[in-house]
């Protein structure tokens, strides 16, 4: 039987990835998600959530969710275009349109569709879209569906974009798209060069701001805000699924054109359910709160440079970068997972990367500071890096 065979060949795969440890575990949470959890019945101190200003269970947002379940339901049973559009939806797109300048914007159910439905609309065989070459999943999927040429960039290498945008000089578009913030590394793309070539080589800038929204930039317009270019990028992607609430909910913000042409084309957008009411209304809270929180941002600024001093001055090694993303190198994956491991048992949770994830040879422990940590979980963590950096030998 086919079905038979497919089993046997992915058991086969599966065992081969567990051999490796290239397999993938879910680790249970026993509790919401905060910057204390629990882990098999411990407390442990979350560092690895995308929940950079702590909104994921702030009290104003789960109070706007459950006061839009009460006034507008909790699901649709349609795309928006059929009968899934309710006043919410137009006035969450309004509010984000304005948060990042632009002049309207467009909600999908996550970033993922929002990366998903964005190129093959916009762009067909003669225009050329130049990616950088680490950007997001979903980009490069999004990126595969559509017909345009394909560029693909030497990570935030200016020489090589250069001549990428030349050999795309004959294209009718040229559109460059790049994450803002690359999560592995926490460095932000080269957004204020990027904008300089797009200018010569008359190119579209596109950014996918995932890992910034909400918290990067002085007033949470993110890493184009903090490079201080918002207002030569054309096209931003972002997600409510981080930063802005972490439940999920995605977008798309650009021109009215633009976001026209995608509500008549994006096939994420026609082809699946319209984000519930009540996601759409924390949405809109949580930017607001992110829009009005200058006090969580200086918090999380505060806690990532003792986090990070704390780390440098026990000897561990930091990827330097301005984002709450902190990367402790280690280079070998076994010795960066036995560490992860041990920092576990100390009541730290924080998740090692290695290879296929990142490139061979630079496993890391990856620390995601939130807001929301207290200087005592701080200090918790410092600690445990200390003791067990010295127990294994990787500090003195
Ligand atoms: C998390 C992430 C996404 C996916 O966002 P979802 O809303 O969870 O689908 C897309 N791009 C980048 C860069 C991300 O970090």
């Not at 304005?98 to 970033?111: K, N, Q, T």
């Not at 040229?174 to 070539?197: N, W, Y």
């Not at 579209?204 to 030569?232: F, K, N, Q, S, Y």
């Not at 330097?320 to 048992?345: C, H, N, Q, R, Y």
Request: with cysteine; hydrophobic share 40%; aromatic share 8%.
């Amino acid at each position: 039987m086919p079905d038979h065979s497919l089993n046997t060949h992915l058991a086969e795969q599966l065992a081969d990835l567990k051999s490796k440890g290239l397999y993938k575990r879910e680790r249970r949470i026993e509790t919401p998600q905060n910057p204390g959890i629990a882990v098999n019945g411990r407390e442990v101190v979350n560092f690895c959530a995308n929940n950079y200003l702590g909104l994921s269970n702030h009290p104003a947002i789960v109070r706007a969710a459950r006061d839009a379940l009460d006034q507008w339901g909790f699901g649709l049973s349609s795309v928006r275009f059929i009968c899934g559009t309710q006043e919410i939806h137009k006035r969450a797109e309004r509010q984000i349109a304005e948060f990042f300048g632009l002049a309207d914007s467009i909600l999908y159910i996550s970033c993922f569709d929002a990366n998903g439905g964005l190129f093959e609309p916009l762009l067909g065989e003669h225009d050329a879209i130049l990616s950088d070459e680490l950007n997001h999943a979903s980009i490069i999927d999004g990126v595969r569906l559509c017909k345009a040429q394909r560029f693909r960039y030497k990570h935030s290498n200016m020489a090589d974009l250069r001549t990428k945008l030349i050999e795309a000089k004959s294209a009718r578009f040229r559109m460059i798209f790049t994450d803002s913030v690359f999560s592995m590394d926490g460095d932000l793309a080269k957004l204020s060069e990027i904008c300089d070539l797009a200018d010569e080589f008359d190119a579209i800038v596109a950014i996918d701001d995932c890992h910034g929204t909400g918290h990067l930039g002085a007033t949470g317009r993110g890493a184009a805000e903090e490079l201080g270019v918002l207002d030569r990028i054309d096209i931003i992607t972002s997600t409510l699924g981080k930063t802005l609430g972490g439940a999920s909910g995605g977008f798309t913000a650009a021109s009215a054109e633009v976001v026209d042409w995608l509500r008549n084309r994006s096939r994420p957008y026609l082809f699946s359910n319209s984000v519930p009411p009540s996601l759409v209304a924390a949405g809109m809270k949580a930017l607001e709160l992110a829009d009005t929180s200058v006090e969580l941002r200086t918090k999380l600024k505060a806690n990532t440079a003792k986090m990070r001093h704390g780390l440098e001055a026990a000897g561990f090694t930091v990827k330097p970068g301005p984002t709450p993303i902190l990367p402790v190198m280690f280079g070998d994956a076994s010795i960066a997972g036995k560490f992860a491991e041990a920092l576990l048992a100390k009541g730290i949770y924080a998740v090692a990367f290695s290879f296929p994830v990142v490139p061979q040879g630079q496993a890391r422990i990856r620390l995601q500071v939130s807001a929301a940590h207290t200087d005592e979980q701080i200090e918790a963590a410092l600690t445990a890096f200390r003791e067990v950096g010295q127990a294994m030998g990787v500090v003195n």
